[in-house]
């Protein structure tokens, strides 16, 4: 009796130990349960990607892949070198994916061995900053102004047109030092798409791209190089995105937009704008100078670029596995860092395009 008992001891003893391996994997990392069609954390290490690109999603994209290792432990490196950069390196094939604030053109696409896809993971407003002591918020500028102080055209902060669209400012009688992206930069082509959208002079001297010959100013390497060159220039005035100006405690103008209304860049006029865009199966898209009075007219959205059929299948999986989080826990993320997250109607198209992504014609989402 006394060896019966022992033995069925030992097989509730099993038993239990059974019960709680059980719960611990329907459980998160953290033993909470885990979310219906959450992704089961990798083995730490497993995997890593390598990415380059976009300077403009990078406070954010920084958050996404440190917050991603802990999960997963898939670690992804990236490059914050500009768009240019990360369309050049993702054509040919030196990372596993690339980061652009501008869609590639049909000349890039065509010059792909494969198909790539534009992933568009949040929208940011591209902001006018400047350095004016004693004006330390409120500016206002009207797309003429804009253009003119980016064309050269307006050198001194006294100058009329800026007076008209500020009677209640007391602008100084100082030189306007302007500041640019010097590389590559889809921050750049927002900027330049806007200004061509809005004045003929500019489109047709300039043009829009991610990098144009400036008719004025000094340089700066990235959005950083360009606040920082803003923020230690008196009279200065340059554009960056919004968290960048944020980070850098830089006042930044309303921008009068087609509507007529001096709008703030807020996380509700960028949603705005993208709400009233049309945006094609390919999803990519401008989203400039848009209609609708709360819509700020110099935002755009950023993509991650990836090719849709995968040479490598571990990679391929980690990627679409790391898309898939970005789209639904990382969307939650945006605003705390000054970027909008997706409309619901494109974040549903986006995720469709991550489930496109396949390895030798297998579909590689979770």
Not at 59 to 82: C, H, M, V
């Amino acid at each position: 009796m006394h060896i019966i008992r022992k033995v069925l001891f030992r097989k509730g003893h099993l038993l239990l130990l059974l019960v709680v391996a059980l719960v611990a994997v329907a459980c998160g990392p953290s033993g909470t349960p885990a979310a219906p069609g959450a992704i089961r954390p990798a083995t730490s290490g497993s995997v890593s990607l390598n990415g380059a690109g976009a300077t403009f999603p990078f406070p954010l994209y920084s958050k996404w892949f440190d917050e991603y290792a802990k999960l997963t432990g898939t670690r992804i490196n990236y490059q914050s070198i500009g768009s240019g950069g990360g369309i050049q390196q993702v054509t040919q094939r030196t990372v596993d994916f690339g980061a652009s604030d501008a869609p590639m053109t049909d000349e890039q696409l065509a010059a792909v061995k494969g198909g790539m896809l534009h992933i568009p993971t949040v929208l940011g407003a591209v902001v006018v900053v400047y350095n004016l002591p004693n004006v330390p918020s409120g500016l206002k500028l009207a797309p003429g102004t804009v253009s003119g102080i980016f064309l050269g055209e307006i050198t001194k902060w006294s100058d009329q047109r800026i007076v008209s669209d500020n009677p209640d400012l007391k602008l100084p009688d100082q030189a306007i030092a302007v500041v640019h992206r010097s590389d590559g930069s889809g921050t750049t082509n927002i900027f330049t798409d806007y200004l061509s959208t809005v004045s003929a002079a500019w489109k047709s001297k300039v043009g829009k791209s991610t990098s144009v010959n400036w008719p004025v100013g000094i340089g700066g390497k990235g959005n950083e190089g360009v606040a920082g060159q803003v923020k230690q220039t008196p009279g200065s005035i340059g554009y960056v995105e919004l968290a960048y100006a944020t980070q850098n405690k830089l006042p930044y103008a309303f921008i009068k937009n087609k509507a007529g209304k001096f709008v703030e860049p807020t996380l509700e006029a960028t949603s705005a704008a993208a709400s009233a865009v049309q945006i094609p199966d390919d999803l990519r898209f401008s989203m400039v100078d848009p209609a609708g009075e709360g819509s700020y007219p110099i935002a755009g959205a950023t993509w991650i670029l990836v090719y849709q059929e995968q040479t490598d299948q571990a990679k391929g999986k980690a990627l679409a596995d790391f898309l898939t989080w970005a789209l639904t826990s990382g969307e939650g993320m945006a605003k705390d860092l000054q970027y909008a997250p997706l409309p619901q109607t494109l974040l549903s198209r986006a995720q469709g395009k991550v489930k496109s992504i396949t390895y030798q014609g297998q579909p590689l989402a979770p």
